[in-house]
């Protein structure tokens, strides 16, 4: 089994930043990619960032240029920088993974942080 500790949500103004981070641990032999996502009250929950075991990065639209993400394979560990924050930031932000257990790929989410911005 896997489990996700995400850390680093909060409350910041519009304008600040915060760094999220996702440590992963358990039966893992690899993890081919780690990620955020984000669901706002009403909405589907959409991508937020992503990055693979080859350092290729994915970001959703609306956060490009403000956010970043990166990994620490060797801590199976993935940071969200988020910079110039905005209150369309504020939702509940989801740690996922791909990893790779025994011979299955299976994915996994975290229990989720909130992130909140003031105006």
């Known amino acids: 089994q896997v489990q996700l500790v995400e850390s680093g949500g909060g409350l910041v103004q519009a304008g600040g930043s915060l760094r999220l981070s996702c440590a992963a641990s358990?039966?893992?032999?690899?993890?081919?990619?780690m990620g955020w996502y984000r669901q706002a009250p009403g909405k589907q929950r959409e991508l937020v960032a992503s990055?693979?075991?080859?350092?290729?990065?994915k970001f959703g639209d609306s956060v490009k240029g403000r956010f970043t993400i990166s990994r620490d394979s060797a801590k199976n560990t993935v940071h969200l920088q988020m910079n110039s924050l905005e209150p369309d930031d504020t939702a509940v932000y989801y740690c996922?993974?791909?990893?790779?257990?025994?011979?299955?790929?299976?994915?996994?989410w975290g229990q989720g942080t909130q992130v909140t911005v003031s105006s």
């Open positions: 990055i693979n075991s080859g350092g290729s990065t």
């Open positions: 358990g039966s893992i032999i690899r993890i081919n990619y």
């Open positions: 996922n993974i791909g990893a790779l257990l025994s011979s299955m790929l299976s994915e996994f």
